[in-house]
């Protein structure tokens, strides 16, 4: 049966490098796989950043080029310039995202470049990309990120976030995805984003959102998300590394709470519900102490439920 | 400035019903009255059942009276039955509800009432109304409780909900409420749901409805909601009773993150969220130790966030 919503996986790469702790190689393997086996069709696996900024990140070409021999499964990685795209083609990734921050203030912290910057690094990677074969090439996604607001600017100009989506699809990109870094986003501001991007650059540029549930309103984010006609929404088992007593964590929306939600609203995630909840168990045994997130685990599936 | 949506309190009666301890007159009226000057409209300030049953809501009637001393407060109250309704006018409240449950079996469970039975105690209420002086009579809903699904008998069918609707309306009854007292309602149910009823009685005949987060779909019902024209919406301070881990606890959509959502779309709730934190503060410090809920109080608000 046809996918209606492609749920990516992104515990693998935005909750671990979002705890202290560092997942052994072979755990991160096994999670991926048994993901896969619960209907998990795209999962972002990590991140090639250098490893003494993240060392939670430092097996991402191993677990990126293991990861890729699991037929059907589309393996997505974030690099945050051409050097890590140069180590994400080397390991075989599918998907290639780089994120590029909507408030300058932040990418400067962040990324130590100004917006001039970032679309010059973006232009390098398009550079790159194009003296490949197609055959070989991934498909590239610049993250569109504090999209929604940034904890040091506050509030970010709509009319900029849509200029620079049309810069970086002037550049070559194939497509831009919008992402609320910090949790501020709501419903009403999201249609305005999503409308002013795509009669600027075309629907079929950017058919993914990374929604976060800092402040408790992912859901509510993904069913207006869900009517505007995006067809991917990012998410994290167990929310791993969200925590919103923790400043700074990353809060992303909780899968098992995002697959009940469109199952039961009659939308195919190809994902089953009861064996995403063994990937959980066996994910919270790889991290014993460390805090998982959700209601539906814990609240059980309504009685007589039945998934699309 | 006019109110577009209606966020109504229910945490004195619905959260306090399902905690353990009683809280103390003064404090609940600490509490009513605190939550009044931040802006709160309508408060559900307790239920008119027997003491022994619940001796958390044993002080009703003098809850009741008291709150009804603060001019512009719509004081609501819950009740089981004509004798409860009884109580309900002599204490004056502006506002009383019965709950029927649209599950026959956890209606037999609950209040020990076949739904026939229930018409017929839902008709004795009707007639006591009818013998009062149009403006001493308070408004009149009936709850269409359990009516996205039921632990007893999982689904519900729609069909019934909407006959039984359409029955109490030609019993006489103001309006119904629709109440997903289970926590099994998706967005697309909802929709269904409230146009099958909206078909058969006229949408001025439901106007408020009464969700709950128990697997964190609260506000993505709320947005829905919202959307279909709904606008009443119940929710419980702090989500106070309301807990994933205890089964039947009543997991009430937190007050905080619903008036946030309501806000941050640019709809008036005519509350302050900064003081609503305060009163948050207050009912805490009078329930030491209860577990409280929401995301907004942790994570704050926004830099920049201006409410409507």
Known sequence: MEIDILVSEVGPRDGLQSIERVMPTQDKLDWIRAQFEAGTREIEVGSFVPPKLLPQMADTAEVTRRAAALEGLTVAVLVPNRKGLEHALAAGAHKVSIPFSMSESHSIKNVRKTHAQMLTEIGACIELLASLDARQRPAFEVGLST????????????????????QVIELGVDEVGLSDTTGYGNPAQLKRLAQGIWSAIGRERMTGVHLHNTRGQGLANVLMAVELGFTTIDSSLGGIGGCPFAPGASGNIVTEDLVFLLESMGLN????????????????????????????????LPKGFKAH
């Open 147 to 166: 999209a929604f607001g940034c904890t040091i600017e506050g509030s970010v100009p709509e009319d900029r976030v849509v200029r620079m989506a049309e």
């Open 269 to 300: 995630t190809g994902i089953d519900l009861e064996r995403l909840f063994e990937v959980r168990a066996q994910v919270q045994a790889a991290l014993p102490g460390e805090p998982m997130y959700g209601f539906v685990p814990d609240a059980g």
